[in-house]
């Protein structure tokens, strides 16, 4: 069964940091892209960024680019979110979520339950 | 900046059938931007539906379907239950590794 658990979330001041974990399970973590998704309070939902397979490459969304790092560590099937220079508007729960399975893979199959993030002082 | 667009809201009644859309500010949703559909209620983390336009995810009833509807991707819910009551989402690849949501639709069943 497919499993993903984030972390991390809490309460920031502006202008702080922040690393959020996922934690994979029942699949194959080293062969799928992995997505961060985030959803303010009342909001929808937005896609924040995207890693590769590999780790190789790495896609944000122009509202966090230059402030947030995705990477990946396969030996311990985690993904990351590193979450720098922190503003108001990134309050919002944060998802992650599994790239769909080939060969239709151009979609987001299993998400997480969440963490919040919450940025005030 | 592309934007997708969706219904803010729909009602349907009990047994009904509705058929919610997601487009772009520019252009045409077309099968390369891979339109997928998801399903949120209130608290909880979202569940897929639909990918590839038209692909059911495992496990959702066939009385939910995809499509393109002339420029637009469309979800059709037909026998629409009292739990469909919640929010629905769609997803497009822009290209370039760039996702965009559209804003959501709050579906009323009543």
Redesign the interface.
């Known amino acids: 069964e497919v499993q993903l658990v984030e972390s991390g979330g809490g309460l920031v001041q502006p202008g702080g940091s922040l690393r959020l974990s996922c934690a994979a399970s029942g699949f194959t973590f080293s062969t799928y892209a992995m ?1 961060w ?1 985030r959803q303010a309070p009342g909001r ?4 924040v960024s ?1 890693i590769s397979a590999s780790g190789g ?1 790495t ?1 944000y ?2 509202s966090v680019k230059g402030r947030f790092t995705i990477s990946r560590d396969s030996s311990k099937n985690t993904l990351y979110l590193q979450l720098n220079g922190l503003r108001a508007e990134d309050t919002a729960v944060y ?1 992650c979520a599994k790239r ?1 399975v080939p060969p ?1 893979s ?9 963490t919040l993030v919450t940025v005030s002082s | 900046q592309t934007v997708v667009t969706q219904e803010p809201s729909f009602s349907v009644s009990p047994g009904g059938t509705v058929t919610l859309t997601c487009g772009l500010s520019s252009g045409s949703v077309s099968t390369s931007n891979y339109p997928s559909w998801y399903q949120q209620t209130p608290g909880q983390a979202p569940r897929t539906l639909i990918y590839s336009s038209n692909t059911r995810s495992s496990g959702v009833p066939d009385r939910f379907s995809g499509s393109i509807l002339g420029n637009k991707a469309a979800l059709t819910i037909t026998g629409a239950q009292a739990d469909d009551e919640c929010d629905y989402y769609c997803l497009l690849y822009m290209g370039s590794g760039i996702w965009v949501f559209g804003g959501g639709t709050r579906l009323t069943v009543l």
Do not use: M, N, P
């Not at chain 1, 929808?44 to 896609?47: A, N």
């Not at chain 1, 151009?106 to 969440?114: E, I, T």
């Open positions: 997505y998704v929808g939902l937005e896609w995207t490459s896609y969304a122009d998802y769909g239709a151009y979609y987001f199959d299993y998400w997480g339950q969440g």
